[in-house]
C-alpha cells in the first residue's frame, strides 16, 4: 500500500519540480532566437558601406552639382 501515493499523483507529479528547468530553457531559446533575428539583420543593412558621401556643407550648391552629381 506504500505505492499507493504515487499512483495517485501520476503523470502531474514532476510537473511543479520541472518548472523551474523547463523556463530557463525556454528562456535561452527564446534570447538565441532574437540573437540570430538580430545577426541576420545586421548582416542584411550594412550601414556605413553603401552610403554616398555627402555634399561639402560649406560649399554653396550650383547648378553644376544639380545637373552632373558624378563630376567632383
Known amino acids: 500500500m506504500k505505492n499507493e501515493g504515487a499512483l ?3 503523470i502531474h507529479y514532476d510537473y511543479k519540480s520541472t518548472r523551474g528547468d523547463k523556463a530557463m530553457k525556454k528562456e535561452a531559446k527564446r534570447k538565441a532566437r532574437i540573437e ?3 545577426a541576420k539583420r545586421s548582416s542584411a ?3 556605413e558601406s553603401d552610403q554616398k558621401p ?3 556643407i560649406n560649399k554653396p550648391i ?3 552639382d544639380l545637373t552632373n552629381p558624378d563630376k567632383n
Do not use: F, S
Open 8 to 10: 495517485v499523483m501520476g
Open 36 to 38: 540570430q533575428r538580430r
Open 45 to 47: 543593412n550594412p550601414k
Open 54 to 56: 555627402m555634399h561639402d
Open 62 to 64: 550650383t547648378l553644376e
